[in-house]
């Protein structure tokens, strides 16, 4: 499709010289209006970047038309003007590195064997964080993610420019490979970050992994988070966030408006059991997702809604499922235990009084240590018509909720405490919500997962996230558009391919 043209008095806010760049050609206005001198300086930076200039120049003719989304690259066009002609520091910004895919995947599956062959080591370093399990599980993920790299092959074109990753708390190694291993493999550089609290984790993990051997550009840092923003955001062009909504808001607060900002945050993901669901196959799930990582996932749910037709059968089910794993709650050292201390102990004492609040509700557990940040899985059981609940526990807290009938159902989706965290939705048996919620612009047929788990289509190679504007998120260019994430596909979209924000909304200012 031809760019449409700009008409002529839009371009006369450009002066002759001004150089244009859109999808990997470099444009220039009026060329020969240039004094010669200006010409020699274009011909040096065209020869810089590797640019044919007869062929660049004559394709358009003389007077090149501004077409609409070519962007100025003004520091270009000062060096024409004036002669002063950095021209590595030109070269470096603008030539376009073609990424040798195939020898990528190569040291992509290279890495992923290392990984599974050294699982011991990294067991070692991770069973102070996170029950055997989740390590396990992690370095399953992370080289299935590695090994399927192909499944994004479109996205690695051309090396982007430098990004910015925070992590988060949970799942150090997979996240490492989500957020920081594989945008380094299409970047510059990535520059990540470790949260406070994993540091010493991630000291002892980035030692099994030799990480800068294996991708000298993939830097981790432990820097006061202040000194890291100082530092990356004067020449980063993307940052990855993963956290809070209100976190997310202060750091986004800090970085130019104009860069890309992929934002994760937090997701209710209720969990919907209707008439005629497998009960076994609904608990197993509940289960997984709700224990995993003693909590600590963005993908556990906040509310477990159920009809009433089949919560006691439920609740019985489940309740006979919990007891029968307390005996492998305790220390994350122990290989046996698949629940184990949560990451930050403080977090006890949010949910001490998060139980304190629903204590009329409780019908099972409670218990929960301080001192060593366990905190053992608990039930609470409240009707659906007496609250929704659409606070997150990060933490192995079964809230049940049961319902009457499909309109109950209906006033727990259509609300604004839910749109701002809509995410994934699970359902085991009847649903018939799926297409109003997905008219209302809650969901995509993609985060309503039918009779499956939602850890099983979690995979690292697709788009992660919900429609809510807190769940996850990508801002550019002063826009946003809630969206699911895949870092790869959106590095591509927004820092290659310069496409502009389609159906979002103008970025509201964050407060002060």
């Known amino acids: 499709m031809e760019p449409r043209v700009v008409p002529k008095r839009k371009q006369e806010l450009f002066q002759p010289g001004t150089i244009l760049k859109k999808d990997g050609y470099i444009r220039i206005l009026h060329y020969q209006r240039l004094p010669e001198q200006n010409r020699r300086n274009l011909l040096e930076i065209f020869n810089a970047l590797n640019v044919d200039p007869e062929q660049a120049i004559a394709e358009f003719g003389d007077d090149i038309e501004f077409a609409e989304g070519d962007l100025p690259i003004p520091d270009i066009g000062r060096a024409v003007k004036t002669g002063v002609l950095d021209l590595d520091k030109i070269r470096q910004k603008y030539q376009r590195v073609p990424i ?74 997979y996240a490492l ?4 291993i594989v945008p380094a493999m299409m970047c510059k ?21 030799n990480l800068e051997e294996w991708f000298n550009n993939a830097h981790i840092t432990y820097e006061d988070r202040d ?14 966030f993963i956290g809070s909504p209100e976190n997310t808001a202060k750091v986004r607060r800090l970085y130019p408006s104009e860069i890309l900002f992929l934002a994760n945050g937090s997701g209710h993901n209720p969990v919907v059991i209707g ?39 439920f609740m019985k089910c489940l309740l006979e499922r919990i007891k029968g794993v307390e005996h492998l709650v305790g220390s994350s050292e122990d290989d ?72 109950e159902l209906r006033r727990y989706f259509l609300t604004d405490e839910y749109r701002r965290n809509a995410m994934y939705i699970t359902v085991y048996g009847e649903f018939g919500l799926v297409g109003e919620l997905i008219e209302a612009g809650l969901h995509e047929e993609g985060n309503i ?23 996850s998120c990508i801002y550019f260019q002063g826009r946003r558009k809630p969206s699911g994430i895949l870092p790869q596909r959106e590095i591509h979209t927004y820092l290659i391919q310069k496409t502009k924000i389609e159906g979002g909304d103008d970025e509201q200012p964050q407060p002060q």
């Open 100 to 173: 040798d895919f195939d020898t990528l995947l190569e040291k992509a599956k290279r890495f992923a064997d290392f990984l599974e062959e050294n699982t011991d080591r990294i067991r070692e370093a991770l069973k102070h964080y996170e029950t055997h399990n989740v390590v396990l599980d992690e370095i399953r993920r992370s080289a299935e993610h590695l090994r399927n790299l192909d499944k994004n092959r479109e996205y690695f074109e051309y090396q982007a420019p430098a990004i910015a990753t925070f992590m988060p708390l949970n799942q150090p190694l």
């Open 177 to 180: 490979v989500c957020f920081g």
């Open 189 to 209: 550089e990535a520059h990540i970050r470790p949260p406070t609290f994993a540091h010493q984790t991630f000291r002892a993990l980035e030692e099994v992994l």
């Open 227 to 240: 000194d890291f923003v100082n530092r990356t955001k004067k020449f980063v062009e993307g940052v990855i």
């Open 275 to 313: 008439k005629g669901a497998d009960i076994d196959a609904a608990v197993k799930s509940v289960m997984n997702v709700t224990l995993y990582n003693q909590g600590q996932d963005c993908c556990g749910p906040n509310t477990i809604l159920v009809d009433q037709s089949v919560s006691d059968e």
């Open 336 to 407: 046996r235990n698949i629940v184990g201390p949560n990451t930050d102990r403080t977090h006890t004492i949010t949910i001490a009084e998060a139980f304190v609040r629903a204590a009329r509700h409780h019908i099972y557990g409670g218990d929960l240590n301080p001192a060593t940040g366990l905190i053992r899985p608990t039930v609470f059981l409240k009707p659906l018509s007496e609250g929704a609940n659409y606070d997150e526990f990060f933490a192995p807290v079964f809230h049940v909720q049961p319902y009457k009938d499909e309109d």
């Open 449 to 471: 997962i039918i009779e499956s788990d939602l850890h099983v289509h979690e995979q690292g190679f697709k788009p992660y996230g919900g429609l809510g504007i807190d769940a």
